[in-house]
């Protein structure tokens, strides 16, 4: 045999060996599963705008699958349909071929549930930034959108109600009980109900409600800020907890309006830094909004009068969200804030300030010692008369 003639062979040989090699790898992955695969119930969760490419790239970096290339080519052989948005649930570990028509199932299983309840009366709810999860459940109440609005509030006490592999974003839950805020947080899911006009059907199932808003912080907050926080390592968290007291301390009495939304936004990113200042001080934040969280009155103002407020020794504000008594931040959010909030406490505005006080108008005045700090509460004092209030 030839030189040319051995050459070839031995080259075919390792062709035919490399393509059988290859052929193998590929067949083990079509009929096989990651050794490392999840065991038992994996939860996979279809969001609005996910494609085929985006659910096989979930499903490869949890281990569920080989490749994501050669599953969605398996899709084509054993068509893979535009799946429903919602929650799915695998029996895992299986092969690709099993993980395709499991989610076919449940993706009609999904459709049809749509389909009953399409024609569930349904009404618009406007929950309003700033508010309190008792805020919400009155409203709630009144629309008919919840019969039990004391089941609905007990619900948000227990954290277990509550997933965090689909909300990445909660917290980590307290160790203690939820609901006396002498000791604890009121509730669990509070700062993540993002405030929006919200299409719910009557008497919907706790979870329905709970879900809608917890998904629309998730689109509307998480989605965007998910990255930064991840990459600077920031505690959400505390930032939740922050946009929260920002969101009771801005705004502007006659409301906030295109005209002085810049103003207002600018005002919220040099509080949140005045919050820092603070923290970086050891100074307590010594916050109204936070002894006001769950006492359903105001505390009493130097430059305004309130009614029925009360004064900062009063019994009633002994408890975990005061910040006149506690250092640091309060145990948990005061409200559930809007995204400009959340935004500011991530990105707040460099300053020295220690201190600001509010017009009746709810413009805000900022000061870097005590002495400037009265002198501006003696300014105001003097603008709120002008203002007749």
């Known amino acids: ?36 695969s999840p065991q038992g119930e994996y939860k996979l969760y279809v969001e609005p705008g996910d494609t085929p490419q985006t659910i096989a790239n979930k499903l490869q970096a949890n281990n569920v699958i080989h490749d994501s290339k050669l599953f969605l080519l398996r899709a084509k052989l054993n068509p893979i349909e535009t799946l429903q948005v919602g929650e799915y649930t695998l029996i895992l570990p299986a092969d ?14 999904i459709r049809q549930q749509n389909l009953q309840v399409a024609n569930r009366p349904a009404v618009k709810v406007f ?105 600077a390592n920031l505690d959400f968290e505390k930032i939740v907890i922050l946009a929260s007291v920002l969101e009771k301390e801005t705004g502007r009495t006659k409301g906030i309006t295109r005209t002085n939304l810049d103003e207002v936004n600018q005002e919220r990113k040099l509080m949140a830094q005045v919050f820092y200042n603070r923290l970086a001080k050891n100074m307590k934040w010594q916050s109204d909004v936070t002894i006001e969280y769950g006492t359903g009155r105001k505390v ?30 309060p145990i948990g959010p005061v409200s559930n804030p809007q995204f400009f909030n959340v935004e500011a406490a991530i990105n707040p505005i460099p300053n020295e300030y220690l201190f600001f006080v509010s017009d009746v108008t709810g413009k805000k005045y900022f000061a870097k010692t005590e002495e400037e700090h009265f002198a501006l509460i003696r300014k105001v004092n003097q603008i709120n008369r002008e203002l007749g209030a």
């Open 300 to 329: 009493c103002q130097q430059t305004f009068k309130i009614d029925n407020c009360f004064l900062l020794d009063d019994p009633i504000v002994k408890h975990k969200y005061n910040t006149y008594l506690n250092i640091g931040y």
């Open 127 to 231: 929950l309003r930034e700033g508010l309190t999860l008792d805020d919400y459940a009155q409203i709630l109440y009144d629309a008919k959108v919840i019969n039990d609005k004391q089941k609905f509030l007990d619900f948000a006490k227990e954290p277990a109600n509550f997933d965090k592999q689909k909300y990445p974003f909660l917290p980590k839950p307290l160790d203690c009980t939820y609901g006396n805020i002498q000791n604890c947080a009121k509730y669990y899911p509070e700062g993540y109900l993002y405030p929006d006009t919200y299409q719910f059907f009557l008497e919907s199932t706790i979870t329905e409600v709970y879900d809608k808003m917890l998904t629309n912080f998730k689109t509307k907050v998480w989605s965007k800020v998910a990255d930064q926080v991840t990459k």
């Open 1 to 36: 045999m030839s030189k040319i003639k051995v050459f070839l062979f031995v080259l075919i040989s390792i062709l035919v060996l490399l393509i059988g090699f290859f052929t193998y790898k590929i067949y083990q992955q079509w009929v096989s599963y990651p050794s490392n």
């Open 96 to 109: 690709a071929g099993s993980i395709i028509k499991q989610l076919n199932l449940q993706s009609e299983i």
